[in-house]
């Protein structure tokens, strides 16, 4: 059943209030009146009206001034008004019209026309609201972040806001009808999961709820992972039938949710390792250190010792990654002649020799989009890996600079290490994945260097890749860095 309309009637005399209250009784409105003109000031503010109907002859504040003040306020100047006049000259007409009166009724007032006038007015009223309303919500879905669709009984989508347009890989802007079925669409991109969940479809599935309907799009050598929750809801009432389909972009919360999971496998290894051999040291050494031989309390301390040592690297493994975002955000670039020096120093901390470095003159005096700490961060994490996965921890690494497409340059980092199975570089940079198949904590680190080198890249529009070499065995890292305009960058 639809709210009744309210209608503000302010007029002074009690008799012409009397008569409107006898002539509108019973026609299905809100009656409420209010005796004077601030008296109807007042009260406009509280209820909001549908309609005032207002009189113009009023002692103190007469009408055209409640009128004027009426459209002067943000939430009542929309709001129909019906001013009633017993003058019937052109003057009083055109100052009501100035002051914001939407219509005129004589006194003595005809009675049909004045119901005529009122259904009229509320009714127009009512279709600006719903046009208003309409032009809101078209813009609030328009810029929505999440995909919005309607879609007939049979499937083919008879609306799509911009996001699911570019969801589904149609014309962004296109005015076009989209003449294929939604799921026809979705299939040439994603893949349903589970798939029990769209036998259904668009229904759901008995005992199943609906959020637990995706389209995943697999990850590939130009795009990462991507996932989309489908939510559905049937449209009531609609004589075409038809659902509205929403799609929600939730491949920042699963990546999340993966990275926990690995988080909570490698803690219960790498963290708990070094712990369990700290404490069962600590607790020999408080129980029996006074009986047992010097030499094997050095023994004892020195593992503690180590463990600590590991347990305090770990954890500065997690912090690095955690803040590596950090890192990209300064406006002091890498420049490619310092690359020679850079790898110097880093290759003496890691106690690395056997290191080559190969920069073209041509690109000597370019710099690249990652900030002078990220390339730093990324050098050394690339290195120590190299390090860490050779067989007698003594690579030889030979990195090579190259021109790569417009704008673009190629970093080659090569070592002489053990080659990876394809899963193992599907993996590579992913948090807390080290190629350990059982998790076994032997392999030092927390595997998060080479994704704390990932999420560096990506955050400057950087691309990289590892492989296998093909002359023998040994990994290739290579980064695809876009060159920066000397005009952004800034000099120590």
């Known amino acids: ?7 503000l009637i302010i007029d002074d005399q009690h008799s012409a209030r009397e008569t409107l209250k006898a002539v509108l009784t019973g026609q299905g409105y809100n009656l409420q009146f209010a005796v004077d003109g601030m008296d109807g000031l007042q009260k406009a503010a509280e209820l909001l009206p549908d309609l005032i109907i207002l009189d113009i002859m009023m002692p103190g504040m007469d009408g055209f001034e409640v009128c004027e003040r009426l459209r002067n306020d943000s939430l ?23 002051s914001g009166a939407d219509d005129f009724v004589s006194k003595p007032f005809n009675r049909v026309e004045l119901l005529a006038r009122i259904r009229t007015i509320t009714r127009l009223n009512r279709y600006r609201r719903l046009l208003l309303e309409r032009t809101k919500f078209d813009w609030v879905v328009d810029q929505a972040k999440d995909g919005y669709l309607v879609v007939n009984d049979d499937d083919l989508i008879l609306y799509a806001n911009p996001q699911a347009r570019l969801y589904l890989g149609l014309p962004v802007n296109g005015d076009e009808p989209v003449t294929e079925a939604f799921l026809d669409l979705a299939r040439k991109q994603y893949r349903y999961e589970p798939q029990e969940a769209w036998l259904t479809w668009p229904e759901t599935p008995p005992g199943m709820p609906d959020s637990t ?10 795009a990462n992972v991507f996932w989309l929750r489908v939510d559905t809801l049937k449209l009531p009432a609609n004589p075409d039938g038809g659902w509205v389909i929403q799609l929600t972009d939730i491949t920042a919360q699963r990546i999340l949710e993966r990275d926990m999971r690995g988080f909570h496998m490698m803690v219960s290894h790498k963290l708990r390792t070094p712990l369990a051999g700290i404490l069962g040291g600590l607790r020999l050494l408080a129980q029996s250190g006074a009986t ?9 301390s020195q593992m503690a010792l180590e463990n600590v040592e590991r347990l305090y690297h770990s954890l500065g493994d997690v912090l690095e990654y955690l803040n590596a975002p950090f890192a990209t955000r300064s406006r002091i670039k890498f420049n490619l002649g310092q690359l020679e020096t850079t790898i110097r120093e880093i290759s003496q901390n890691l106690g690395l020799e056997n290191v080559s470095v190969s920069v073209p003159d041509e690109v000597q ?31 030889t690494v030979q990195i090579e600079v190259s021109n790569e497409a417009a704008g673009h340059i190629s970093l080659k980092i090569t070592d002489d290490g053990t080659g990876l199975s394809p899963e193992q570089l599907a993996q590579i940079w992913a ?21 704390m080198v990932s999420t560096l890249m990506h955050e400057v529009g950087a691309e990289c890749r590892a492989y296998n070499r093909k002359d023998a065995p040994g990994l290739v890292i290579e980064l695809i860095l876009p060159v920066v305009h000397p005009n952004e960058v800034q000099m120590k």
């Open 1 to 7: 059943m639809k709210p009744a309309n309210t209608i």
């Open 76 to 98: 009542l100047a929309e709001v129909p008004i019906i001013m009633l006049t017993s003058l019937e000259d052109f003057d009083t007409r055109v100052r009501g019209l100035e």
């Open 213 to 222: 309907r995706y389209l995943v799009r697999p990850e590939s050598s130009t």
């Open 292 to 300: 047992i031989p010097q030499d094997k309390v050095v023994t004892l």
């Open 365 to 395: 005096n370019l710099y690249v989009s990652l900030s002078q700490r990220a390339a730093e961060l990324s050098l050394w994490e690339i290195l120590e890996n190299s390090t860490k996965f050779h067989p007698e921890q003594t690579p």
């Open 431 to 451: 948090p807390y994945y080290q190629g350990d198949k059982y998790a076994t904590g032997e392999i030092k680190g927390m595997g998060l260097g080479l994704a």
